[in-house]
């Protein structure tokens, strides 16, 4: 057995590792690579293997650098199975249509500049028609329910708590009689969040790939976001004022609206307009009333209490499709919160309501997710004093907080939390740390070894390990 790291390695985007089984090509993950542009557009082109000698794909979730590949993949001749979770497969749906929608009109602007430079124009990395291709090959399996994904290896997918439909991956292999199991951790998530459940433990593992986003950092508690998000609104209602929340569309939008929604009933917010201003988190949205199966048991109960009670739907709440409606928002005279994308302010509809409202000194900009070096997200966090909008520069006047607490990514201690309990459980002999920058990942190797692991490894592109 052969395992192989062609993506998140040393950094955090792009995963894809090849695990090479009885002569069959397993591909865990195959996310697009997000970066500068034009490293990514090599990354996310040219695959180093030949993907139709791949046997099956096995995606841990929707996000697009775990899963926003697959198209390039079939558009190369991939015919094979793609395991996905039910609410994996469907998330996939709408992200990867966005996406595909991305990549069509990345390449009409680069197409441009090239007309008149007299060169050839690029093809989109792809289409919507190689999402619908891709679609069509996905094959959803539920949490804990045994496939066979080539003969010889037989996978489950285990909650991982990360986002709707998250999912570890433990594959049994049967090579000549050796029995192993490798377990791919995909997003390890955290415990007590928002509409989602906690990470489910490992059974037993001989060798564990394991992401190591936040491998040297720690996260506030939910607690902490939640009593964050509390004061902001109440200021914002105090003030008569905006309070503009980026937030990415999908999994971190509802979590939001769900722990307003909360705070209402629980009447600790005064009632104030909440419009949630983006097309994908309205669809992303539609997807998350379709699997309350995946809810916590919080969230469940809270479907229960009165009848036909909505977490993502209440009085006080207006989703937003059309471009007209979202410009109405514009002139909007009263108190109001409003949630859109881009959650790192690079794109959509945010980079309007952000135009808007940051040069008034009332308002507050709230971040809820992590801000990227070189966004525009990260430089209003920065408070730089002045940020170019949509071509033009803003003073940045507004009040600029930050929530952390919120990240569905396991901190430092979780991490090594989870994977404690996996060593408890079996004899781990080798754990590859993939999915986090070079630094975080070696700090969170050193501690995993003195945790009692007896190889650790952080590999970098390309490499590969017999196993
Ligand atoms: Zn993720």
Redesign the pocket.
Known sequence: MKLQFWGAAQTVTGSMHLLQVNGYNILLDCGLYQGRRKKAFEINRTFPFDPTKIDAVILS?A?I??AGNVPSLVSKGYRGPIWATPATRDLSAIMLQDSAYIQENDVIYVNKRRKKQGQKPFEPLYTKFDVFESLNLFQSIGYNRPFEVVPGVKAHYREIG??LG?ASVSLDTDEYGQFKRVVYS??VGRHNLPILRDPALVESVDFMIMESTYGQRFHETPDQARATLKRAVLDTHKKQSKLIIPSFAVGRTQEIVYALHELIINNEIPKIDIFVDSPLAVNATEIFRLHPELYDRNTQDFLDEINSRDPFGFDSITYVRDVENSKALNNLDRPAIIISASGMCEAGRILHHLKNNITNPHNTILFVGYQAEHTLGRKILERHSIVPILGEEYTVKARVIKIDGYS??ADHNGLLDWLKAAQTRSDLKKLFLVHGELEGARALANAARMQGVPEVYVPERGQAFKL
């Open positions: 979730h996000h650098d775990h990360h986002m998250s995909g997003d569905t990514h």
